[in-house]
């Protein structure tokens, strides 16, 4: 899972054309100069900004304010892989957390969800271990003698 989140200082706009990477949600209705290079990113990658996905009021967007506490900016973003975007829930700015800088804190709500394929598993360990050739005589003095060398492999890397 590749996510990428940070100061890209790029306004995302609502612009058509960049559509399969970003939402239509986006604070700004117009793209700056920036854009083009994140919407590279994001298209040579094969990720989606998910910060431009989310319908929130404009003051869970805003990343930035300006000093004439006028202007507000959406620069901040959260790219993640197309193939797990679902994972996200939600990505919104909090203005209240102190964190010594004039940006906002950009939180992202997201979920993993792993899966064990039974067949697999059981099918690799019955392949990996074939405890039956152990009854034969044969065999299994090969098996210690294996055995016996990569303890001592592991010793001699340990010391």
Known sequence: MKILLGDFNARVGRENIFKPTRGNVSLHQNSSN?????????????????????????????????????????????????????????????????????????????????????????????ERFNLRNLIELELRKQYQIEIKNRCAALGNLID
């Open 34 to 126: 920036n854009r083009v290079r994140i919407v590279n990113l994001a298209t040579s990658k094969s990720l989606v900004v998910k910060s431009t996905v989310f319908p929130l009021r404009n003051i869970q967007k805003f990343t930035l304010t300006a000093p004439d506490w006028k202007t507000h900016n959406q620069i901040d973003h959260i790219l993640i892989d197309r193939r797990w975007h679902s994972g996200i829930l939600d990505v919104r700015s909090f203005r209240g957390a102190d964190c010594d800088t004039d940006h906002f804190l950009v939180v992202a709500k997201f979920r993993e969800s792993m899966a064990v394929i039974k067949r697999a598993a059981q099918k690799f360990d019955r």
